[in-house]
């Protein structure tokens, strides 16, 4: 009954962790591109990248860079993309993962400069 109980309780002490592990704003940002810009996922071995051209932001700004959330597993890290003028190329953010453990694009945002 004891390794029951504690089985229980380290499993609510690891669903608490990951909660509050992942930020806010993963949850909001990310899913759509900003106005004016047009987003793409591609897939890349063991991850998957995110580019993003913008040719206008609600904000005056010259340059701007891609930021992707990445996540893998119960990591969770950010990936920045390079500054780009706005209305040339696009800024692109990969996540890169392990050979067991592949990672993904959870959210992104944009920088502006």
Do not use: Q
């Amino acid at each position: 009954m004891k390794k029951k109980i504690a089985a229980l309780v380290m499993a609510a002490f690891s669903a608490a962790v990951f909660l509050a592990a992942t930020p806010a704003s993963a949850a909001t940002e990310g899913r759509f591109p900003p106005y004016g810009c047009n987003g793409d996922r591609y897939g890349i071995l063991f991850g998957e990248g995110i580019s993003l051209t913008c040719f206008a932001l609600p904000r005056h700004s010259e340059t701007y860079r891609v930021v992707a959330h990445c996540a893998s597993g119960s990591s969770y890290w950010y990936t920045v993309g390079h500054w780009v003028p706005i209305g040339f190329g696009p800024s692109t953010a990969e996540c890169h993962g392990a050979l067991l453990s592949s990672a993904y694009v959870a959210g992104y945002h944009v920088d502006e400069f």
